[in-house]
């Protein structure tokens, strides 16, 4: 069964609030980080080699080494690779769909002190969901013919951890690298309007790099 993207955007957005919370927080007073940063992970092929893409994460401090994230990432225009494919339909040309990712996350962030002063190491661990909009895919068969492919991805949930190293750059400011793995459990229908074939792509992992600047306040 399908879950509303609405409700479940809404459950991680209300339990990421909720923990952020001030009541929550040790005995320091208030502080944030907002950060930008691009996003180049990559996957097997399955269903896509890359999704580049941004995302926006802010950061709430719970103590001197914890801290709370709540990350809003996007990538538009990610390539869904051959889907006629995984049909078994032999394409005349290459055929790759565009896809569309909105991934809503939470996660708990551990920070420790490193040899210099200006860098200070952490990993993290969390959660979220994300909903994927994909476009339809349609071609030429070898040997006559056409195929025209719909995808319903509709929502996935996500585990994400990664490990990294922040780079103070000034008064307030820092740079923020990080290497990152995602697990995705997805279902995704996939159909072929004119043969009647159907298929699906089950869960997959993405791992990459994300490089962003933070600004603390």
Not at 5 to 32: K, M, W
Not at 144 to 172: H, N
Not at 184 to 197: C, L, N
Request: hydrophobic content about 35%; proline content about 2%.
């Amino acid at each position: 069964m399908k879950i509303s993207r609405f409700r479940s955007f809404r459950i991680v957005l209300v339990c990421g609030l909720t923990i952020a919370s001030p009541h929550l927080q040790a005995d320091t007073d208030p502080e944030y980080e907002l950060s930008g940063r691009l996003n180049i992970v990559g996957a097997s092929g399955t269903p896509s080699n890359d999704i580049l893409g941004f995302g926006v994460i802010l950061h709430r401090k719970l103590s001197d080494d914890w801290y709370l994230g709540v990350s809003f990432e996007n990538s538009t225009d990610f390539d869904v690779e051959r889907p006629n494919e995984e049909l078994g339909i032999d394409s005349v040309s290459e055929t790759d769909a565009l896809g569309t990712m909105n991934m809503l996350t939470v996660v708990a962030e551990r920070r420790y002190a490193l040899d210099s002063e200006d860098w200070t190491g952490f990993w993290n661990l969390g959660g979220g969901i994300a909903d994927i909009d994909v476009d339809d895919a349609d071609g030429d068969v070898k040997g006559g013919g056409r195929f025209d492919i719909e995808i319903d991805a509709d929502t996935e949930y996500v585990l994400i951890g990664s490990v990294g190293a922040l780079q103070r750059l000034g008064d307030g400011w820092s740079a923020r690298y990080e290497a990152t793995v995602e697990q995705h459990f997805a279902d995704w229908d996939i159909k072929d309007r004119v043969t009647g074939r159907t298929d699906s792509y089950d869960d997959y992992t993405v791992y990459g790099l994300r490089v962003g600047l933070n600004y603390r306040f």
